[in-house]
């Protein structure tokens, strides 16, 4: 999962989560791949910022 852009990794992640929930019943595994999309995007952002005040 290199070089994905974050909302596609998300969305990826999200879709995975969800068919795996289907079938394995499992939520916490959607929440996860949610979560851990969701802070790769504000890391982005956060050294995005950083950079510009530089």
Known sequence: MGGMP???S????TAQ???????GGS????LASMKSGIQAV????????LT???
């Open 6 to 8: 974050p909302m596609q």
């Open 10 to 13: 998300l969305g990826a992640g």
């Open 17 to 23: 989560g969800l068919r795996r929930g289907h079938t």
């Open 27 to 30: 939520l916490t595994a959607v």
């Open 42 to 49: 504000e890391q982005r952002q956060r050294v995005k910022s």
């Open 52 to 54: 510009v005040h530089h």
